[in-house]
């Protein structure tokens, strides 16, 4: 069964840092796209930031020069650095990865449980 584990949500003031993990496990052949979405309340939820196995990106441009995915594919983790947060950007944030369990399977869709982060003085 695979699994994705986001941790490193908080509490932070408006200008400070975060970083952001998810790692996946479970029967993983490969891993392509992995990324991160939020959702903040009453909204929908949106795509910051995905990363390809070989490392091409894309984000929102909202987080353009403040947020920073990256990926260690040994590890099946991706992070988000988030830096300069604002109060707009509290939302849960969802780890989400497209995932083959062996050569011969479809690709699914999976996503993490979420984490919290929350940009307020």
């Known amino acids: 069964q695979v699994q994705l584990v986001e941790s490193g949500g908080g509490l932070v003031q408006p200008g400070g840092s975060l970083r952001l993990s998810c790692v996946a496990s479970?029967?993983?052949?490969?891993?392509?796209?992995m990324g991160w979405y939020r959702q903040a309340p009453g909204k929908q939820r949106e795509l910051v930031a995905v990363?390809?196995?070989?490392?091409?990106?894309t984000s929102a441009d909202s987080v353009k020069g403040r947020f920073t995915i990256s990926r260690d594919n040994a590890k099946k983790t991706a992070y988000l650095q988030m830096n300069s947060l604002k109060p707009e950007d509290t939302a849960v944030y969802y780890c989400?990865?497209?995932?083959?369990?062996?050569?011969?399977?479809?690709?699914?869709?999976?996503w993490g449980q979420g984490t919290q982060v929350t940009v307020s003085s």
């Open positions: 990363s390809s196995s070989t490392g091409d990106t």
């Open positions: 479970g029967r993983i052949f490969s891993i392509d796209p």
């Open positions: 989400n990865a497209g995932i083959r369990s062996s050569w011969y399977s479809e690709r699914k869709d999976y």
